[in-house]
């Protein structure tokens, strides 16, 4: 009994000397456990994060090399490309035969042209990948619905058989990644941004078309307040309209500027004397009574239409810059209301010339209501070589005409100048 009682004895000394975590450990182990989950949980999850990013960048290249796979495979194929999009959000694919493996994207569309140029603007989580026709690279921003897209998000309509233009753009010259179609643009005038409707007027040889917008972004301009003696002048081409075009312009960063190959010349000999005036339109007037360009890295978005190119569109073979006024319909000094049912027919085909001009529906335009803001005519870049004192103006009554060139009841129509690749036309 005394042994056991001993050992029994020292056991209650032996675990009385165990004892177990104080408050004290307790809280300082909590904290070393939340001190290591601060600093190891958000680099782990920044990995995961790098990592889902790493394959959403790898999903956005393969996109584009399949599409340009797809591309040379179909072309040599067939010998020739029409185009063909795949548009995730609504899974809709007119690439026929083109497929992608791995994860697709939640939404955003893919775009070959005949060329083989690839736009995209796709999206992957919260990432946004968008490639234009031109670039060599993919980039990337946050997803917004708004901007997630690439290159030209406006419309072409294709002319018909009878129009006398070559098709019908709608785009937003700020920002062509914009919605823009025959349901929400806007032609009222003095209107510089949003969703505008333009008429093309010519095919160039690098594959560009010229556009004129089918309303006045400004009212009430002078062609140019030149003076020698007490006379206006055109001498010195049109510079205070020549100032508003680049106010009225400047701000459409999705318009390329204009190269030195828009330039307009113009020379010509009245009473013995040579004149001659450029406008050069990689440079800007830095106030509307300067004669004198200044550098601008950004230039012109947008120039005039000449005389002669509006004689062209009318078909009037005879036109020289030394005429008289001229009507589209008859070609001649005949006004709308006393041209045959023939004439008038042919007016009414060229009316996208001088639509939304003040009550231009009674000379044959084809404007659902009357403009009511005095806005007349529009300026074009050409001077009268007959008269010292005289420009080119495109009427509302339909027709080309001169008046002087310090006449303020004229407004500004600009001419655009864009790859077909990229308006899709081809």
């Known amino acids: 009994m005394r042994k ?9 000394g032996y675990l009385s000397n ?5 408050l004290i450990e307790l809280l300082a182990v909590i904290v070393i456990i939340g001190l290591l989950a601060v600093l190891i949980i958000p680099k ?11 394959i959403n960048k790898a999903s956005a290249n393969g996109l584009v090399r399949v599409a340009d796979n797809y591309y040379m495979e179909q072309k040599t194929m067939n010998h020739s490309f029409q185009g063909c999009s795949y548009d995730f959000t609504n899974n809709t694919n007119t690439c026929v035969g083109l497929e992608f493996t791995g994860e697709k994207p939640e939404s955003g569309k893919l775009k070959i042209n005949p060329t083989g140029d690839i736009s995209m603007a796709v999206q992957f989580d919260n990432i946004c990948y968008i490639k234009d026709y031109n670039d060599n690279y993919i980039s990337s921003q946050v997803y917004k619905e708004q901007t997630c897209k690439s290159g030209f998000n406006g419309k ?22 914009n919605e823009c179609n025959e349901n929400n643009y806007d032609s009222t005038p003095e209107t510089k941004t949003g969703c505008m409707k333009f008429y093309i007027f010519n095919n160039n040889n690098d594959r560009t078309v010229d556009m004129i917008l089918d309303h006045n972004t400004s009212l009430g301009i002078q062609w140019s307040t030149y003076q020698e003696g007490n006379q206006y002048v055109n001498f010195k081409g049109p510079r205070e309209a020549l100032y508003q075009l680049y106010e009225d312009t400047k701000n459409w960063t999705g318009i390329p500027s204009l190269t030195d190959l828009k330039n307009y010349s113009i020379t010509w000999t009245l009473d013995q004397v040579n004149h001659a005036y450029t406008i050069d339109y990689t440079k800007n007037l830095s106030a509307s009574n300067s004669y004198e360009y200044s550098a ?15 004689s062209k ?4 073979e005879v036109f020289t810059l030394e005429s008289s006024y001229y009507f589209f319909g008859s070609l001649s000094t005949v006004g709308y209301s006393d041209q045959t049912s023939v004439q008038q027919a042919i007016q009414e085909k060229n009316s996208w010339l001088f639509e939304n001009l003040y009550n231009c529906i009674d000379y044959g335009c084809s404007n659902n209501s009357t403009i009511e803001n005095g806005n007349y005519s529009y300026w074009t870049s050409s001077p009268c070589t007959n008269g010292a004192s005289f420009a080119w103006f495109v009427n509302r009554g339909g027709n080309m005409a001169l008046t002087s060139t310090s006449n303020n009841d004229r407004g500004i129509r600009p001419v655009i100048s864009l790859p077909k690749s990229l ?4």
């Open 296 to 310: 601008n890295p950004s230039a012109y978005k947008a120039r005039f239409i000449t005389a002669e190119e509006v």
């Open 44 to 54: 782990v999850s920044q990995t995961i994060k790098n990592a889902r990013s790493n």
């Open 313 to 316: 569109i009318t078909n009037n």
């Open 4 to 12: 056991r009682f001993a050992n029994s004895k020292m056991e209650r």
């Open 18 to 22: 165990i004892q177990g975590f104080t």
């Open 423 to 426: 308006l899709e036309i081809y």
């Open 156 to 177: 072409y309509i294709k002319p018909t058989e009878t129009d006398t233009h070559k098709g019908i753009v709608y785009l937003d010259p700020t920002n062509l990644a």
